[in-house]
């Protein structure tokens, strides 16, 4: 089992930068995949980026096409943290955005944090 704690949400100008942390109660290196959701007003919640289980060198990272080439997955296994650097916010990134964690066969969660791209 493990506890998930997100922050870094928080209203930013298009453009604009923010990094969230998820934070996990136990050691990250071994679980599978670990990676970030967001779900805005009325849609459904999507995929924004996941990586592998290892360092950040030996890992896979994939992500949403909508944030290729802005977002960047991270993870501190030292820190027992993953992080998600989001460069060129643009409006329509606004959404609560929840980590997971995927140690098989649960995907645990997080609260989420909120973030606000405002135009």
């Known amino acids: 089992q493990v506890q998930l704690v997100e922050s870094g949400g928080g209203l930013v100008q298009a453009g604009g930068s923010l990094r969230l942390s998820c934070a996990a109660s136990?050691?990250?290196?071994?679980?599978?995949?670990m990676g970030w959701y967001r779900q805005a007003p009325g849609k459904q919640r999507e995929l924004v980026a996941a990586?592998?289980?290892?360092?950040?060198?030996?890992?896979?990272?994939n992500y949403a096409d909508s944030v290729k080439g802005r977002f960047t997955i991270s993870r501190d296994n030292a820190k027992n943290t993953v992080y998600l650097q989001m460069n060129r916010l643009k409006p329509e990134d606004t959404a609560v955005y929840y980590c997971?964690?995927?140690?098989?066969?649960?995907?645990?969660w997080g609260q989420g944090t909120q973030v606000t791209v405002s135009s």
């Open positions: 997971y964690a995927r140690v098989v066969p649960t995907n645990y």
């Open positions: 990586i592998t289980s290892g360092s950040t060198s030996n890992s896979n990272t």
């Open positions: 136990r050691s990250i290196f071994s679980i599978n995949t």
